[in-house]
């Protein structure tokens, strides 16, 4: 992965943004990257996701990490340097940077930018022993470790099963290179969610509250705040559903009427009915993911689940 500063690494994901959208509406099934979701209202209202009774991922790793965190110290070792990939508010690595022997840095590394660099100043007030260095970047297109980062001491974290965000090809070779990148000896420490009943599923993603629904909806709004867009938030609708085949969420914005929107100057012409799918979220089986991880070169040395077996947490091995 090409080192970038920080600085560049945000400019460059401004620039990528309107050429993503106009990309992304002008396909026959209209699509956008799910990382836009994250500027400031939008990971505001994802840390909102996470307390909803529904959306039951964020309590079962948390648990999962209290209940492990011991165990994971010991694997770590003393002095790691936490890296975690997708960041948001820097809750979860709290109870391993509780728990851990001495640890020496942590690097939250995250798309948005002013959420990140918050999230920073009060770990690193809460953790002055720790050097916290946030790193702002699209960790897909690459981003540079601080100096002095050593392989076999360095555990990199990846909560939120924000992996299922990826296809499962794209996510092997995501693996692949974050392991290429750290080197042999790196540890990963990954949460990904299972797969299970639809309705618990459905429900994750559909809260009654309708924060998902926003969370969704702020992608069209950002769009209108950043590219000169025309959308009317009142003529589309959140959709998301569980395609069990793919074992995958997928997210959707429903154009309710046949409807003309410009970004940035060009128009984009809605069916009633059409959709722009806005976000996958693969589930796995702890075979099938600890497979994948296998052939992308990270070997599985524990992988923990809940009593239900909704949500899994592994501990892995950069064999190459
Ligand atoms: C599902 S949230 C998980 C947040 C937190 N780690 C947790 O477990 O609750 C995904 C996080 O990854 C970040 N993110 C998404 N895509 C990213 C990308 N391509 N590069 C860097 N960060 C990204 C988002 O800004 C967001 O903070």
Redesign the pocket.
Known sequence: MPGVSAARAAQALDNGFLADVLDGLSRPRKSL???Y??DRE??AL??AI?TLDEYY??RT?TALLHDRAAEIAGLAGPGATLV?????????VRILLDALDDPAMYVP????RE??VAAAARLAGDYPAVTVVPVA?????G?ALPRGVRPERTVVF?????IG?FRPAEALTFLRGLGQRLGVGARLLI?VDLRKDRRILEAAYNDAAGVTAAFNMNLLARINRELSGTFDLTRFAHRAHYDAVRGRIEMHLESLVPQTVRVAGRPFRFAAGETIHTENSYKYSIGGFRRMAARAGWATERSWTDADGLFSLHWMVWRG
Do not use: W
């Open positions: 990257p799910c990382k979701f994250y939008g990971s994802f840390d996470c991922p964020t790793e975690e990939l997708g960041s948001g508010s820097s809750v979860k590394v995250d798309i948005s959420h990140l970047a699209d960790y897909v297109r981003f990846f909560p939120g099963s924000t965000n949460g």
